[in-house]
T-cell receptor, first 113, second 113 residues
Framework: QKEVEQNSGPLSVPEGAIASLNCTYSDRGSQSFFWYRQYSGKSPELIMS????GDKEDGRFTAQLNKASQYVSLLIRDSQPSDSATYLCAVLILTGGGNKLTFGTGTQLKVEL | DGGITQSPKYLFRKEGQNVTLSCEQNLNHDAMYWYRQDPGQGLRLIYYSQIVNDFQKGDIAEGYSVSREKKESFPLTVTSAQKNPTAFYLCASSRDRGYNEQFFGPGTRLTVL
């Protein structure tokens, strides 16, 4: 089982719809969770951080965390073509050598006109 | 204007050559990281440093070396011992190696000729 798993997609949604991106993780001790957006050929950009169960909203983005079920999700409301990118889920995992940020392989989102 | 810079943006290496990738940050962050990204794979940690003059191996350190002589700088050398160095190399920094967010530089794309 991978430490952080995401559906690779592509996930296609029409403009104006809600895009829902999901991520599961294996380490129950994980405390910190992040979503990065990566445009093709560019570096990842941090868009959301979440540390406690529940929802966290920032503009059109909502991150949801459920530690009991070991999943974290990202909702994008009113999706725009500019949201088309790969979204990386990252989880801070405790290891013998300290904390390690582990990334999923990403979900490609396509917002269609 | 705070941020992380990486140079060069593109780098071509001949077989048997060592090359050094530059990473500089002016965010006053203690921790710095090097990742490698290959198509269809998540980011993989090469090396990290929590403080000046100290660094640790990540998951895929073989064939790479680093130094951390200044807080602002964390150069990565790709040696001839790295058998498959063609990849997108990303430098990141965080306030410390706790649960803080990591921020990425623009990346260096290395190609072996």
């Amino acid at each position: 089982q991978k430490e952080v798993e995401q559906n690779s997609g592509p996930l296609s949604v029409p403009e104006g719809a809600i895009a829902s991106l999901n991520c599961t993780y294996s380490d129950r001790g994980s405390q910190s969770f992040f979503w990065y957006r990566q445009y093709s050929g560019k570096s990842p950009e941090l868009i959301m951080s979440i540390y406690s169960n529940g929802d966290k909203e920032d503009g059109r983005f909502t991150a949801q965390l459920n530690k009991a079920s070991q999943y974290v999700s990202l909702l994008i409301r009113d999706s725009q073509p500019s949201d088309s990118a790969t979204y990386l889920c990252a989880v801070l995992i405790l290891t013998g050598g300290g904390n390690k940020l582990t990334f999923g392989t990403g979900t490609q989102l396509k917002v269609e006109l | 204007d705070g941020g992380i810079t990486q140079s060069p943006k593109y780098l071509f290496r001949k077989e048997g050559q060592n090359v050094t990738l530059s990473c500089e940050q002016n965010l006053n962050h203690d921790a710095m990281y090097w990742y490698r990204q290959d198509p269809g794979q998540g980011l993989r940690l090469i090396y990290y440093s929590q403080i000046v003059n100290d660094f640790q191996k990540g998951d895929i350190a073989e064939g790479y070396s680093v130094s951390r002589e200044k807080k602002e700088s964390f150069p990565l050398t790709v040696t001839s011992a790295q058998k498959n160095p063609t990849a997108f190399y990303l430098c990141a920094s965080s306030r410390d190696r706790g649960y803080n967010e990591q921020f990425f530089g623009p990346g260096t794309r290395l190609t072996v000729l």
